[in-house]
């Protein structure tokens, strides 16, 4: 891709299909328009987090020029210029508003708070160790209310806790194969980051018990009274709960094999066994309507 286009990183809009969660959630995937809105949704959220990325790249440019494969992005490798990259995040900041206000009110707010958790990570909380894994999986999360906002639905508060639990895993799962790669080519410590090459321990320990909790909560949820006015055959879910058992628990085998990308989320979109895990998810879900 032209050097501009990968800056935008659309490699990692996959990480908002999120916004799709909230229509199999309430149902509402068998009528077409909450297909419509949702994609709009997706579109305004996805120019929204490349204008972040931009951001972050200006922000980060020397880490990353350090750091052993982030020097390679085109900002970090003066593939563009900072002024190419200021002036496309602010172009598309005007799309995503301009796309945003035809879903209304409540969306454009969900999205402004999108991004300006997104620029305090840039600017500051990247920095603070532990707070910046907790904000990455909040960004997740955010990614779902966003999706709910989007089609007008009230997210409930079962699937934003098991989003947290559940990204805050993946958030770590990052943190630790960053860390990982960073101590094999020497360095001790994650420029602007905050850790250091004893933590890695600390945050496998954190990241599996924070994934299994998020099976935890999906578990507690099969037990709800909540989960019965929306599915016919709740008992269903005890699937699920294996799957998401199975898949984090090899993604953390993985990260500390070694087998795993910077990125988890990038990871899984290339792994067949994630998509394999997906696709039974879906059938689940329609199983359990």
């Not at 895993?169 to 860390?179: D, H, M, N, P, Q």
């Not at 990871?267 to 066994?273: E, K, L, N, P």
Request: proline letters at 4%; charged letters at 15%.
């Amino acid at each position: 891709m032209p050097p501009l286009i990968r800056a935008l990183r659309p490699l990692h809009w996959l990480k908002n299909l999120l916004v799709l969660v909230p229509l199999f959630t309430s149902g509402l995937f068998v009528l077409p328009r909450p297909w419509l809105y949702a994609g709009l949704g997706f579109l305004a959220l996805s120019f929204t987090a490349s204008a972040g990325y931009l951001v972050n790249d200006l922000v980060d440019l020397e880490a990353d020029r350090a750091h052993p494969t982030k020097c390679r992005r085109p900002l970090a490798s003066s593939s563009i210029s900072r002024g190419q990259a200021m002036m496309t995040a602010l172009v598309l900041l005007v799309l995503a508003t301009g796309t945003g206000i035809i879903l209304g009110t409540g969306f454009l707010e969900g999205i402004g708070i999108y991004f300006a958790v997104t620029l305090s990570y840039s600017l500051w909380l990247k920095m603070v160790p532990v707070v910046d894994v907790i904000v990455l999986g909040l960004l997740f999360t955010i990614r779902i209310i966003v999706g709910c906002a989007a089609i007008s639905v009230v997210p409930s508060f079962w699937l934003l806790a098991f989003s947290l639990f559940f990204f805050l895993s993946i958030a770590l799962v990052k943190r630790f194969v960053e860390l990982k790669s960073m101590i094999a080519v020497g360095n001790n410590s994650l420029i602007r980051r905050g850790y250091r090459a004893e933590d890695r321990d600390m945050i496998s320990s954190m990241g599996v018990a924070s994934g299994y909790v998020s099976v935890l909560v999906l578990a507690l949820y099969v037990n709800s009274d909540q989960i019965r006015t929306l599915y016919r055959h709740p008992h269903v879910f005890w699937g699920l709960c294996l799957l998401v058992l199975y898949w984090n628990s090899r993604t953390w085998f993985l990260a500390h094999r070694g087998a795993l990308r910077e990125d988890p989320v990038l990871f899984a979109a290339t792994d067949g066994i994630s998509w394999l895990i997906a696709g039974i998810t879906f059938l689940l879900l329609l199983l359990a309507r």
